[in-house]
């Protein structure tokens, strides 16, 4: 879900983590040196975990066996008005997913690419702060604040 409210485009998504071998599964535009969750807009009318699971299929083209809620990022770009709401779950599939980086199924731009667990931080994927919610215990959230300039 994207609004404009009062001069701020706000948007409300879902960020998904899913390991497999000991490494994240993120998106990224091949030899960008930049890293992020997949996921996307929760859509009017959606509850935050349907949107998981769809977008989950949507981007790997497998089927979600189920996701939990582990933590809420709150993002904001003072330069250009932009405020991110973030739902992070941490998603487990129905089967394996390729072990080499392979294209984002809806979104031709995009690559899915593995980053094993320790390197996360020292590559900054986004969201950052991403390493405390790897091992969220069942029945706690994470909550970060971030703000960033985009110049």
């Known amino acids: 879900m994207r609004l404009d409210v009062h001069g701020t485009n706000f948007q409300l998504r879902v960020h998904l983590i899913y390991v497999q071998d000991g490494k994240l599964l993120t998106n990224t535009v091949p030899d960008s040196g930049f890293w992020f969750l ?6 009017l009318n959606e509850d ?6 769809r977008e989950f299929h949507e981007e790997t083209g497998v089927q979600a066996r189920g996701a ?28 394996g997913l390729p072990v080499t980086s392979f ?10 690419q593995w980053i094993p667990l320790e390197e996360i931080d020292s590559r900054a994927v986004h969201p950052l702060g ?18 960033w300039e985009t110049v």
């Open 68 to 95: 939990q809620l582990v933590g809420i990022t709150e993002g904001f770009d003072r330069i250009t008005g932009r405020q991110q709401l973030g739902l992070c779950y941490r998603v487990e599939s129905t089967e």
């Open 38 to 43: 997949p996921g996307g807009s929760v859509q």
């Open 130 to 147: 991403l390493s405390k919610m790897l091992d969220v215990p069942d029945g706690k959230i994470e909550h970060s604040v971030i703000v």
């Open 103 to 112: 294209p984002v199924q809806d979104t031709e731009s995009l690559e899915l």
């Open 48 to 53: 935050s975990l349907t949107a998981a699971l």
